[in-house]
Structures are given as C-alpha cells and as structure tokens.
C-alpha cells in the first residue's frame, strides 16, 4: 500500500523559508515522477512543481524561481524548497504520486492536471503572515 507523509510546514513572514518533505512508503521512487500540489478553502487543488524520474523539473509561472523540487532516492523522499514566501503562498501542500504503472519517463503526460495523480499525502499546512 502506498503511503506519502508530509512534513515540514508551518507559520513563517513573508520573505522567509521552508523545506516540506515527501516521505514515501510502498513505492519506490527511483522509477516515478513525483508532484507537489497545494490547496486553499473554497478553492481547487493546483499544481506547483513536479520532479520526472530522471530529475527533469516542471513548476508552476506562480513558484518558479522561489520554490524548488528535488528528490533523494537513497531515501524515497521528495522535497520542496520554498523561498521568498508570499502571503499568496499560504496554503495547505500536498505530494502527489502517479498510478502504479507511470514507471517510466514522461508520466504522466500532463503533470499539472491533479486527475493523473492517484496517490495523495494528508497535507502540510504552510501559513506565511505579512
């Protein structure tokens, strides 16, 4: 059964940092791209950033140049590096990884669209103050 856990948010001003973390279980994450997304009240869950399997990154026109995806396989964990974090940015974050048969490059086709990913973590909340 896979499992993603979240960690790693919390309050922080505007201008400040964070680092989330993606911790996998029953998957392992060499053969898998990898997603972030975030969500807020009354709103629909988008995309932010997404790691292929080779390390090839896909972000969001809102995050890019801010927040950066990375993964460690050693670990089967995935990261998330938020920089100069805007109030804009609060949001509860969630990882996103594909259907078990996306073993292999450029899958899913279309990072963006959260309907290609079937495995959610329970979310991490990020609350940045101005």
């Known amino acids: 059964q896979v499992r993603l856990d979240e960690s790693g948010g919390g309050l922080v001003q505007a201008g400040g940092s964070l680092r989330l973390s993606c911790a996998a279980s029953g998957l392992t994450l060499t053969n898998y791209a990898m997603g972030w997304f975030r969500q807020t009240p009354g709103k629909e869950r988008e995309f932010v950033a997404a790691?292929?399997?080779?390390?090839?990154?896909q972000y969001a026109g809102s995050v890019k140049g801010r927040f950066t995806i990375s993964r460690d396989n050693a670990k089967n964990t995935v990261y998330l590096q938020l920089n100069s974090l805007k109030p804009e940015d609060t949001a509860i974050y969630y990882c996103?990884?594909?259907?078990?048969?996306?073993?292999?490059?450029?899958?899913?086709?279309?990072?963006?669209?959260?309907?290609?990913?079937?495995?959610w973590g329970q979310g991490t909340q990020v609350t940045v103050s101005s």
């Open positions: 996103a990884a594909p259907p078990a048969g996306c073993r292999k490059e450029y899958c899913p086709p279309n990072y963006p669209d959260r309907r290609e990913w079937d495995y």
């Open positions: 790691i292929s399997w080779t390390g090839g990154t």
